[in-house]
């Protein structure tokens, strides 16, 4: 008699990648937000988070990217210009706008105003090697590369000529007296699975569902509700007004005195939109935040 051995039931854990650096406040907010808490000690690479079935890691970015490729992680958060500095095979599944960068040519104010640019046999230092150097194919620059390990603004003028890096303000670059002159790619912090985890039917649901509760949480972050009350005759006036999602929500006030009206309308419109509100008949007017929108 032979006997059938029972279906393999074992979920398999998601393997997540958490920033470690300057992201990791931003990711760690972001997640706390869509109701994830990740506890993390000063020491310790390996945080608990409250997402059931997760094992999580703490990794620089270039080296997350690098696991996702190989396998050995689900999902990672990383900057998109590790992923163009490696030009691996991933999937972009969200961008948060989280600590947006420029990666810039940098040089000094000197050597920009004398046309330096144009001499043969200049170094420029940089983190990001194989973008740097097809930018120089493009531009038409003669230099040699010197890969960096952080700090790259200090090179100029003894060590280098010029830089290659990331920049959010350029407030950096300015300090150390070096001017931008070219920018390669803008970049923020990403959400990226490995193609090979988005094969797996159970794996893949998983991580949509994580997609969808920090898409509810960025969604939020853009709008708020605002409600105003409205008498009968001003209450189309009122509505052609209001950007809402879809609709807004109307609800007649006590005793025919009028609507209350409600939407979720963009943060960024506010400054215009209440004066307008009033403008067109809109009384008590009330803005709340938002946690979370689903759509």
Known sequence: MTTTAPPDTTVQPLRLALPKGRMQDGVFKLLADAGITVRASDRGYRPSI?????ETKILKPHNAVEMLAAGSRDLAFAGADWVAEFDLDLVELLDTGLDPVRLVAAAPTRLLAEGGLK???LTVATEYVRLT???LEKSGI???VVRSFGATEVFPPEDADFIVDNTATGATLAANGLDIFDDLMTSSTRLYASPRSLESPATRERIEELVMLLSSVLAARQR????VNVTPERLDAVVQALPAMRVPTIAELNRGAGYAVKAAVPRAQLATLIPELKRRGGTDIIVTSLSQIVA
């Open 133 to 135: 150097e097809s930018w």
């Open 142 to 144: 003669d230099a040699q």
């Open 224 to 227: 708020v509700i605002l409600e």
């Open 50 to 54: 409250s997402l059931a079935d997760t």
């Open 119 to 121: 001499r043969p046999g």
